[in-house]
């Protein structure tokens, strides 16, 4: 998944928190030019933090759009893969969200089952053995972890 701040977005705020520090910082100027009285307290707090803001979106506007990685969307992107058949891309999903997030549990489950699908035993009997070391109150787990065992064989 994305959380970006589109550019043109962070620039006009960027904008417009600064004509609103300018409009603050004037204030007090104003009121002492047409009323006589310096007035407006807080005016210039306000001030500063309209310009500290426009800065951090000024530069959040220039800096280049990165994607956030998510495992979350790797793991959706996976179970999408795998709902129309691609089960190779699906399990390079999985193995990218097991890099990025290697407590994600359900990375390892998912690509052990898609490894069983594949007749790749072994593969899949090594993720639920690492699903289980993250998660081993998920009992699901351990009757997967005893079918790919069945599936090896004794010699396994």
Not at 86 to 114: F, H, M
């Amino acid at each position: 998944m994305t959380v970006t701040l589109p550019r043109s977005r962070a620039r006009q705020w960027s904008r417009a928190a600064w004509a609103m520090s300018i409009l603050f910082a004037s204030l007090p100027l104003a009121s002492r030019l047409f009323v006589g009285v310096w007035g407006f307290d807080g005016a210039l707090e306000l001030s500063f933090l309209c310009l500290a803001l426009g800065t951090y979106l000024h530069f959040l506007g220039r800096r280049r759009a990165k994607a956030l990685r998510d495992s979350a969307a790797f793991l959706e992107q996976a179970i999408e893969a795998a709902g129309s058949n691609d089960v190779a891309g699906a399990i390079a999903l999985l193995s990218k969200a097991a890099r990025l997030s290697p407590r994600l549990w359900q990375a390892y489950q998912y690509r052990g089952e898609l490894y069983l699908r594949s007749y790749r035993f072994e593969e899949a009997l090594e993720d639920f053995n690492q699903a289980i070391q993250l998660a081993p109150e998920e009992t699901h787990l351990q009757e997967l972890r005893a079918y790919a065992q069945s599936l090896v064989g004794p010699a396994g």
